[in-house]
């Protein structure tokens, strides 16, 4: 956990004028007001796409918080990243039963063929994996969700289709 701002990495939000503009604007508009903490990440997350850590301690001094509460906060809560999504997103459920139906070996074609593990985005910055709790579909188990779409009962040798299917989107 970072805790100092130090040193801010050159390509942080915070050393780009524009963008840390909106970081200001949205901590001016929510400070002091009830809730302000959550709005603030909220809003951040939507306005700039993730929440750095170098934004983390920054939001902890303009809120006067403990950097470990926001670190909290976005640690806790699988819609903040801490780093740019990809273009697109295949998000694993980790609820029971697509835990029992095998979700793990359709997570391990996933690190295979894109080389990344979970909570990471390729390097070309096409697609981001991440794990979710139970989308509601466990009949369908196990499931993915391809951004927004639900994929149920997932083979993991189906896998190299999901990828190549979003490959194709962008071609
Ligand atoms: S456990 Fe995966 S959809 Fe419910």
């Not at 903490?37 to 750095?52: C, F, K, R, W, Y």
């Not at 918080?65 to 990809?86: A, D, K, L, N």
């Not at 996933?110 to 979710?132: F, N, V």
């Amino acid at each position: 956990m970072l805790k100092t701002l130090e040193k801010i990495p050159a390509q942080d939000p915070l050393n780009d004028p524009e963008q840390k503009a909106i970081i200001d604007r949205i901590l001016l508009e929510n400070k002091g007001l009830p809730g302000a903490t959550m709005v603030v990440l909220n809003s951040l997350q939507e306005a700039i796409g993730h929440i750095s850590p170098p934004m983390q301690v920054y939001v902890a001094e303009q809120l006067g918080e403990p950097v470990s509460r926001i670190h909290g906060v976005v640690s806790f809560y699988s819609f903040f990243t801490t780093t740019p999504r990809g273009k697109h997103t295949i998000k694993f459920c980790m609820g029971t039963a697509c835990y029992v139906s095998g979700i793990e070996q359709v997570i391990e074609k996933a690190k295979q063929i894109l080389e990344i593990e979970p909570g990471q985005t390729t390097e070309d910055g096409l697609i981001t994996l991440e794990l979710c709790r139970c989308v509601g579909a466990c009949s369908q188990a196990p499931v993915i969700v391809v951004d927004e779409e639900v994929e149920g009962r997932v083979k993991p040798n189906r896998f190299p289709k999901t990828i190549q299917d979003i490959k194709t989107k962008e071609e």
